[in-house]
C-alpha cells in the first residue's frame, strides 16, 4: 500500500522552529517531487513550497520563503520541512504530497499522493 506519513506536528511559540517529516511507505521517493501544502480552518488548502526529485531545486511561497526550507534525504525515503520564525499564521495542518511529473510544482492537481496531514500549531 503505497503511504505518506507525516510527523513532527507540535505546539510552538511564535518565533520558534519545527521540523516536519514526510516518510513514505510501499514505494521509493526518489522517483517523485514533493511538495507540502497546508490548511487552516476555514481556508483552502494552499502551496508551502516543493522539492524536485533530485533535490537540486526548491520552490517556495512568498508566505514562507526565507523561514522555510524542504530537504530530502532518499536514503531515508524521507523529506523535510524546517520551519523556523514561525508565525501564527503558520497555525494549520501540513500536508506532503509526491508528484510522479518529478519537478517541483504549486498545482494541488499534479501531485499523485498525499498524507493524512500533522497540526502546527502557533501560539503563545
Known amino acids: 500500500q503505497l503511504q505518506l506519513v507525516e510527523s513532527g506536528g507540535g505546539l510552538v511559540q511564535p518565533g520558534g522552529s519545527l521540523r516536519l517529516s514526510c516518510a513514505a511507505s510501499g514505494f521509493t521517493l526518489d522517483y517523485y517531487a514533493i511538495g507540502w501544502f497546508r490548511q487552516a480552518p476555514g481556508k483552502e488548502r494552499e502551496f508551502v513550497g516543493a522539492?524536485?526529485?533530485?533535490?537540486?531545486?526548491?520552490l517556495y511561497s512568498d508566505s514562507v520563503k526565507g523561514r522555510f526550507t524542504i530537504s530530502r534525504d532518499n536514503a531515508k525515503n524521507t523529506v523535510y520541512l524546517q520551519m523556523n520564525s514561525l508565525k501564527p499564521e503558520d497555525t494549520a495542518v501540513y500536508y506532503c504530497?509526491?508528484?510522479?511529473?518529478?519537478?517541483?510544482?504549486?498545482?494541488?492537481?499534479?501531485?499523485?499522493?498525499w498524507g493524512q496531514g500533522t497540526q502546527v500549531t502557533v501560539s503563545s
Open positions: 504530497a509526491a508528484a510522479s511529473l518529478g519537478w517541483t510544482t504549486s498545482r494541488r492537481n499534479a501531485y499523485d499522493y
Open positions: 522539492i524536485s526529485r533530485s533535490g537540486g531545486s526548491t
